[in-house]
């Protein structure tokens, strides 16, 4: 296939994409006037997908290095993603406000003022009284405009006030949006809340509080909470295992549904998709649907800039699409919601299932048998009593009436050393631990095994070369040549099936060798 030195330029990444233009791929049809590769626009890879959401959020391709949480997504990722022209997401979701401050102004440390395509995440946490606030607090005071809210069932105060906050009237009567909102979702009746207006009373109640004003609230009820809806099918971590295309259909519905009920425009919602996002196949297919943007998640995790160590890096490397299992939750456990982790070269899923096993069961460590004592230990590695007393002492301090409630009831001990034991297991994947490999949490999906299979003996096959970069560009380009090939199918064009593979190559990345 020719092609030619992209049009487009910017000065802060590499203009070596392609237009995809050539019909060399293509042998005319028998006996069919198809329409010669000339006479189709070309393809770029800036083009795919919602110009109006890369022009709203300062990017040059509309593609989005999704918030891996508890800083699995560094600000070292944020700030490579900009570069490359894509919007990216902190992963502040289960950090300390401390931590997540720093990491906010490492990011605009590194940035000038006009790459405003970033932001951070913020995660719905109930059963952390406060938490979801303080952040709030942190995101207005430190000037982050972006955020990807998460794990959202139904809209907080917080998450309407962040939005509320931003809203003003222009001079020519339109309503205008400083804070961004990308709701990540999985079901149409939470993707409802976001894409209509904020309900009255959670308005009328911040009002109230002083916390927005009259004419806030009163913007705020004319326009949706979030323009930017992100779906998301089967994804690492926090799932519900949806399938892609009729998420994205759903989610679409949804957003009709909605603008005729409230009067809102539909075609300022934008609907992005994340999860299976790992091959060019998969971005030209979203992109083929409808989506906005596209949005990464556990491919980016075994990139140069994750936060994941590299033991951990090294293990996602090998996986293929089956090398996953559901596993429970440490925000959740006692609910029975599961996330989505690695299986290939650890024991972590097996023993985090066995471990809500015997809590469901009603269970204490006092009343277990000899040999799920003895079990138990091994698994948390040190006494039961010593776990819980640390366990304790961070309950205390995080949810005092959870504390109160298991110093009489040893089924919910157990939960919570438990919990903490999911906890760590990120944690020592995170660190590294040699001693710790066997109970490493990986949050991963089937995406990360077909990226592997992608690029297979390629120089992307050593994670010395997954930079955020590489995998965005790579991905973009392939989608563009994918998307061609398609155009000419569809204009009857006879395609060879090899038309629509593409190998990675490697892009000239500025300050790398």
């Not at 295309?245 to 005729?260: E, G, K």
């Not at 160590?309 to 596993?327: E, I, N, Y």
Request: glycine share 8%; net charge neutral; with cysteine.
């Amino acid at each position: 296939m020719n092609v030619i030195d992209t049009i487009i330029d910017n000065p802060r990444v590499p203009a070596t994409l392609t237009q995809v233009e050539d019909a060399v791929i293509a042998r005319p049809a028998k006996g069919a006037a198809a329409a010669g590769a000339s006479e189709l626009p070309p393809i770029y890879p800036e083009w795919l997908g919602d110009r109006a959401f890369a022009a709203t959020h300062g990017a040059r391709f509309n593609y989005v290095v999704g918030e891996m949480a508890r800083g699995i997504a560094t600000p070292q990722m944020v700030v490579a993603a900009v570069r490359a022209g894509c919007v990216g997401f902190y992963g502040s979701a289960g950090l300390p406000p401390d931590v997540i401050e720093g990491g906010v102004r490492e990011i605009r440390g590194q940035l000038v003022p006009d790459q405003i395509a970033w932001g951070a995440n913020l995660i719905h946490t109930p059963q952390q009284p406060g938490y979801e606030a303080a952040v709030v607090d942190l995101f207005l005071r430190e000037g982050v405009h972006r955020v990807s809210a998460s794990a959202y069932m139904r809209l907080s105060p917080d998450i309407v006030r962040f939005t509320a906050l931003g809203l003003a009237r222009a001079a020519d009567g339109r309503i205008e949006r400083r804070h961004h909102v990308f709701a990540k979702v999985s079901r149409a009746e939470v993707a409802e809340q976001f894409i209509a207006p904020a309900p009255a009373k959670i308005l009328q109640e911040l009002v109230a509080a002083g916390q927005i004003t009259p004419e806030q609230a009163e913007l705020a009820g004319q326009v949706p909470v979030a323009v930017e809806i992100t779906a998301e099918a089967d994804s690492g971590g926090h799932t519900d295992n949806r399938a892609a295309a009729p998420l994205f259909s759903s989610i679409s519905l949804a957003r009709d549904r909605v603008a005729a009920k409230t009067g809102i425009d539909p075609d300022t919602v934008r609907i992005g998709l994340a999860g299976g996002i790992a091959t060019p196949h998969g971005v030209a297919a979203a992109f083929q649907m409808g989506a906005a943007y596209v949005l990464t998640g556990s491919i980016n995790q075994s990139a140069v800039e994750s936060g994941l160590s590299l033991p951990a890096r090294q293990l996602l490397a090998k996986a293929g699409p089956a090398d996953v299992a559901m596993a429970p939750a440490a925000d959740m456990f006692e609910q029975g919601v599961e996330v989505q982790v690695l299986k290939r070269g650890t024991l972590f899923a097996m023993r985090a299932k066995k471990l809500h096993a015997l809590y469901r069961a009603g269970a204490a460590f006092e009343t277990m048998d000899e040999k799920d004592r003895v079990w138990l230990e091994d698994v948390i590695g040190e006494p039961f009593e010593k776990a819980w007393a640390d366990t304790r002492d961070y309950i205390r301090k995080a949810n005092p009436r959870e504390a109160d409630k298991a110093e009489t009831d040893g089924n919910k001990r157990l939960a919570l050393v438990a919990r903490r034991y999911l906890f760590q297991g990120a944690q020592w994947a995170r660190d590294g631990d040699p001693s710790r490999v066997a109970d490493y949490q990986i949050w991963c999906g089937p995406a990360q095994g077909a990226f592997n299979e992608w690029v297979a003996g390629t120089f992307l096959e050593d994670i010395s070369n997954r930079t955020v970069a590489q995998i965005a560009w790579n991905l973009m380009e392939g989608a563009a040549r994918i998307s061609r090939a398609a155009q000419l199918r569809a204009s009857g064009v006879a395609v060879p099936p090899s038309a629509f593979s593409y190998t990675p190559q490697h892009f000239a990345e500025p300050g790398r060798a």
